[in-house]
């Protein structure tokens, strides 16, 4: 008899137990569902007209909604629905932002990059003359040339003198014209040379203007990008190729 109240008494415990389970989780359910209908959705429509609703209101889709507690505190904003064309159109901005930004980082790298090659005028005025020189080299080089074919070219005319009025053996013609060739391909080498000493003194003269702002306190970016240096031209090249040299 004994034993048979005792189980009887905890049958009741069980069940007491699992009512305060359920009742509990009843309580926490029941505030959140409140809260999820306590929401008040309101916006201005295309007429001017202000709507009020417990849900998304669809003839404000195409502009902003603000979503409200009970008390009238604002809990969030919901951004229009875009359109195909408005989504494509966002997209595209987006991309041209991020190119943007990504353009302006290298400008900044680029900036940086600058200053620790040469951290002075003199270490980029060293640069200068080291690349002045390579391409000084090529020019020696051409112009001795030119003085060797000039000394190839003397017997081959001095033996010309021998056919005056007279059409020239055609090996004595072979050997005019290949000296005429080699002649003609050196100028040109030389006019190459003389364009590259333009273009190497505009590029350092560019990158100094930008060094000495950048020395001054300028942020690495904030000059906007590196100038594109014009290419010389050959005849820029004759008439101040070695100015600076």
């Known amino acids: 008899m004994e034993r048979e109240r005792l189980i009887v008494w905890r049958q009741r415990i069980v069940c007491v137990l699992y009512g305060c389970v359920a009742v509990g989780a009843a309580a926490v359910a029941i505030p959140a569902l409140a809260q999820a209908k306590s929401s008040i959705y309101t916006c201005v429509d295309a007429t001017g007209q202000r ?5 998304p209101i669809a003839q404000c889709t195409d502009r902003e909604q603000r979503v409200l507690n009970r008390d009238g505190s604002l809990q ?7 359109t195909a064309d408005e989504r494509a159109v966002r997209e595209l901005e987006a991309r041209r932002r991020a190119a943007e930004q990504a353009a302006q980082r290298e400008v900044e790298r680029a900036d940086r990059n600058l200053m620790q090659r040469y951290p002075d005028e003199a270490a980029h005025g060293n640069a200068r003359e080291a690349a002045l020189d390579r391409a000084g080299q090529s020019l020696k080089a051409s112009n001795r040339r030119l003085a060797e074919l000039a000394v190839e070219r003397k017997p081959l005319e001095d ?10 053996p055609a090996k004595l013609r072979q050997q005019f014209d290949a000296n005429d060739a080699a002649v003609q391909a050196q100028r040109a080498l030389i006019a190459n040379a003389q364009a590259e000493q333009v273009r190497i003194n505009n590029f350092y003269d560019t990158e100094l203007a930008r060094l000495r702002k950048l020395w001054a306190g300028a942020a690495p970016g904030s000059l906007g990008p590196m100038p594109a240096v014009a290419e010389a031209s050959a ?3 004759v008439v101040s190729g070695t100015s600076k040299k």
């Open 51 to 55: 709507l009020t609703s417990d849900r």
């Open 76 to 82: 969030r904003i919901i951004p229009p629905t875009l």
């Open 159 to 168: 033996e010309a003198e021998f056919y005056k009025g007279k059409a020239l």
């Open 235 to 237: 005849d820029q090249a």
